[in-house]
């Protein structure tokens, strides 16, 4: 009887259980909490371009009066309706959240997930404490900057956090990005991880921190997932991180100023993925971390390790089979040498390997990474190898998504090619490819190809080239440095970035040009093109942000429509054959910052219009017909952004307005000024600076911050130079000679204490040399000849680095350097005045050209200081750049989605 009972009572709690999670038992979802959640989603508008992978947006599909239990992203307990979980990720939401917001109605939230949204670079809001039950919470990849608030240390049941990549570069454009981010200032890091001693998973990817990383953290037991990356951490890093149990995931890359010492690594470890990229290590790594054997991503990019694979990862063959389940190798950018071992070939499960920019040497056989069959991601550019392969082409080859190939000393097209059909991603510039590019590369990644860079080869023409090239998908095409003959070849229409400069291209741009109606870079300089320039190009003004025509033989006028709302930011035409005005409708390119429109044969007055232009930062009308004055009818001709401008070699007239000195603001920055200069090239692309020194070219490279130059040489300018010249206090090289100009040299010029190069020569100049010119410390050149100067010149500084050629041809001046001395009545002339007397006056100047050089994809400027001071000659390295930052993108890219599991989070 008794077990009877007992049986009984077991089955009607069974059946009464199976009541409780039957679904016809589930409570419905409570008024107040669908009302909360649709007050929620009406506060923002559903914009598609709001997240970064668009799947739909979720609450669209909330409806009034129907159960939001059901609504998709919303879960419920099954047993009293409560909302407790609420995954908004990747729903097209644009807006601002405030602190009173109905989402904290939600008291029994335990997961939110609000990642993959823009929310306008709003902070994140105060209210958190009153979600008490949160256990994950998910802000990552959705725009909110600003403190994180006091409030979030009230989450003390949260065991996973992610408010990582809270940036997107691409979207600011003007604005700092450091200034968007997110910041751990109050509450500190270390209080964070003091307060939530639960966490297991911890992601703060491009937090602000900007501390050390406490000793402790290493104490938290249940810690899986640590993520710190672009931190600005600082200090040493705690060994003893290294070796917690638990770890599976360590992320602290992109900390310049954090410090690393590997420990020895004992058996046992849990970790899976170690990136160290670009923090402060140098020396070997441990042969010990061939101990980690569940490791699977190891990212040693940029570290400064030196040696040899051998040494570095362990001895090969033995360190193979401890890191048997690597995926991800990079150890991109250090200075590891020697040769690639054969027996990498063994790691048997890779898929990323990375070994580019190393000093790695040797001959390679490309067979050797054929045999690794999974693997898909190959990048061995810049190091000093040779690459060979001897095997025919196979189906059983891998099918790569990125080869990385420049500088291998290739001397023809790999027939491996031939058969790989799913590549998005192809380099193979700087090597030794000569003549045409065959036919059957038409068909590698046909449908596929994102990026392909052939540049700097000796390519000579395209075999049986289509009328439009047939990549369907490719973005970025670059064919520069290479010896191609024949017409232009027309990208196809997804193409965005098309660069072929610096080839033997002849006849004019077909009009089928026009059809490429995706085009933002257009670089077609440096060789023979001629005819009208198509009026389509200026239609594309919408898309297109930099067009370079620049050393052709285009001739005509410049297309004068432009469309409204232009794109165009670079406009580069110089040294062709066009002639009539500068088009007015110049006006609508509001973007517009670079405006090259040198030695060309245009026959127009001063463009004073251009001022109405709010970003123009260059300005090159040399070797042309302008003429006239270059006054402005309006009394507030701006022109504030202006920082190179050169009017050189045309027929300008009159008094140079001193109202124009008072207003170009971005020349008078004082030198403390430019630490809030930053590399523009860095997001956008990297500038140099050509200049004509007595007719010898010199490219200066590596550019940070600005560049000031103003050029108004062989003018017919007159009167006095105006005092307020002198503003210009970031000004570096100034050229007024060649002109009328009149008057002392004003002595205002001594402000300009950032000059390098002042040239005055040959105009009507009298009195003495101002003795404030001493104080210029950066004059290294000094040109005062053909004026009527008189008095001693100055001693001391720069000036008695001075040769008399810098003064010769002023019979009043005495003193060093020349053989007068002061108080002496009889001039005494060098015979090499007399030589320099006779020759063409523009022998005797520095004259100056600039050139600013693309270098990447999307569009900026910048001009600036030059560091070193490094001369080149024609050197076109910057496209291996680019690559390097493209790259950088993708790993950074696959890095974060594997460590996300490649699920949304």
Wanted: aromatic share 10%; proline share 5%.
């Amino acid at each position: 009887m008794g077990s009877f009972l007992y049986l009984l009572l077991c089955v009607l709690f069974f059946l009464s259980f199976l009541q409780i999670i039957s679904p016809s038992s589930h409570r419905s979802c409570l008024h107040d909490q669908s009302s909360a959640l649709l007050q929620f989603k009406h506060s923002f508008s559903i914009n598609k371009s709001a997240s970064e992978d668009s799947t739909y947006p979720k609450a669209e599909s909330w409806k009034p009066h129907t159960d939001c239990c059901s609504w998709d992203g919303v879960t419920c307990d099954i047993v009293n309706g409560h909302v407790i979980g609420l995954d908004l990720s990747n729903s097209w939401l644009y807006g601002s959240i405030h602190s009173n917001t109905t989402l904290f109605h939600l008291r029994h939230l335990q997961r939110l997930s609000l990642a993959y949204n823009h929310f306008n670079y709003s902070p994140i809001p105060y209210g958190f404490h009153l979600l008490t039950s949160l256990t994950h919470l998910n802000l990552s990849s959705s725009a909110f900057s600003g403190q994180i608030p006091l409030e979030i240390l009230g989450l003390t049941k949260l065991v996973s956090l992610d408010l990582s990549w809270n940036h997107n570069l691409l979207k600011l454009e003007n604005l700092s990005w450091s200034h968007k981010l997110l910041k751990l200032e109050k509450p500190s890091f270390r209080t964070l991880v003091q307060r939530l001693t639960n966490l297991r998973k911890l992601h703060l990817a491009y937090v602000n921190i900007s501390s050390i990383v406490p000793d402790f953290l290493a104490d938290f037991s249940s810690l899986t997932s640590l993520d710190l990356r672009y931190c600005q951490l600082y200090g040493i890093f705690p060994k003893s991180i290294f070796l917690h149990p638990n770890l599976q995931s360590l992320r602290v890359s992109e900390n310049l100023n954090l410090t690393l010492y590997l420990p020895d690594f004992h058996s046992g470890s849990s970790l899976r993925i170690l990136d160290l990229s670009r923090t402060n290590f140098s020396g070997e790594l441990p042969a010990s971390i061939n101990k980690l054997k569940l490791l699977n991503s190891l990212y040693l990019k940029a570290c400064n390790f030196s040696g040899s694979i051998s040494s570095s990862i362990g001895p090969i063959p033995s360190s193979v089979t401890g890191l048997s389940n690597l995926i991800t190798l990079s150890l991109h950018g250090n200075s590891l040498s020697g040769a690639i071992p054969r027996s990498i070939s063994k790691l048997v499960n890779l898929e990323h390997l990375y070994l580019s920019s190393n000093n790695f040497s040797g001959t390679v056989e490309l067979d050797e990474f054929f045999k690794l069959k999974n693997l898909t991601y190959l990048h061995l550019s810049d190091n000093s190898l040779s690459l060979i392969t001897t095997v025919h082409i196979n189906s059983s080859f891998p099918k790569f998504i990125q080869l990385g190939l420049s500088s291998c000393n290739i001397s023809k097209f790999p027939d491996f090619l031939r058969n790989q059909n799913e590549l998005q991603s192809l380099d193979i510039s700087n090597n030794k490819i000569h003549g045409q590019i065959p036919k059957w590369m038409w068909n590698v990644g046909k449908e596929t190809l994102d990026y392909m860079n052939l540049s700097h080869n000796f390519l000579q023409g395209l075999e049986e080239p289509p009328a439009i090239l047939p990549w369907g998908s490719l973005q970025y095409l670059d064919l520069h440095s290479n010896q191609l003959q024949g017409p232009l070849p027309i990208p196809s229409i997804s193409t965005s970035f098309f660069s072929i400069s610096n080839n033997k291209l002849t006849g004019k741009i077909p009009r089928l040009i026009c059809k490429a109606s995706s085009l933002e870079i257009l670089d077609l300089s440096n060789n023979n093109l001629s005819g009208l320039i198509p009026q389509c190009l200026g239609d594309f003004s919408k898309s297109i942000s930099v067009l370079k025509l620049r050393n052709n033989r285009f001739h005509g006028p410049i297309p004068q429509k432009i469309s409204n709302g232009s794109s165009l930011r670079t406009l580069d035409i110089n040294n062709n054959q066009l002639k009539g005005h500068v088009p007015r409708s110049l006006v609508n390119c509001k973007r517009l910052e670079v405006l090259d429109l040198g030695n060309n044969q245009l026959n127009d007055t001063f463009p004073f219009w251009l001022e109405s232009l709010p970003k123009l930062q260059v300005l090159d009308l040399r070797m042309n017909k302008f003429h006239g004055p270059v006054g402005c009818p309006r009394t507030n001709c701006a022109f504030s952004k202006l920082r190179i401008v050169d009017l050189s070699r045309n027929e300008f007239t009159g008094d140079f307005p001193s109202t124009y000195f008072l207003h170009w603001s971005a020349m008078m920055m004082s030198d403390e000024n430019k630490s809030q200069f930053k590399y523009m090239g860095d997001t956008y692309y990297q500038d140099s600076v050509t200049v004509m020194n007595k007719g010898r070219e010199m490219v200066y490279e590596k550019i940070l911050t600005i560049f000031t130059t103003i050029d108004f040489s062989y003018n017919r300018f007159q009167g006095e130079i105006p005092e307020s010249i002198g503003n210009l206090r970031s000004l570096l090289r100034l050229n007024f000679s060649g002109n009328n100009f009149a008057g002392s040299i004003p002595s205002s010029l001594g402000n300009l204490t950032m000059l390098e190069s002042l040239d005055l020569s040959h105009n009507k100049l009298s009195g003495e040399i101002p003795q404030q010119l001493t104080t210029l410390t950066f004059l290294a050149v000094l040109i005062l000849s053909g004026n009527n100067l008189i008095g001693p010149i100055p001693r001391g500084k720069q000036f008695d680095t001075f040769l008399n050629t810098s003064y010769e041809g002023n019979s009043g001046l005495c003193g060093f350097p020349l053989l007068r001395k002061c108080g002496d009545t009889e001039v005494v002339q060098n015979p090499t005045s007399l030589f320099h007397q006779d020759q063409d006056s523009e022998a005797t100047s520095e004259e100056f050209d600039w050139k600013i050089v693309l270098m990447g994809y999307g569009c900026g400027v910048i001009i600036g200081v030059v560091i070193g001071h490094t001369i080149f000659w024609r050197q076109n390295g910057w496209l291996r750049r680019i690559m390097s930052t493209k790259l950088s993108k993708w790993e950074g890219q696959m890095s974060k989605k594997k460590g996300n599991n490649r699920k949304r989070r």
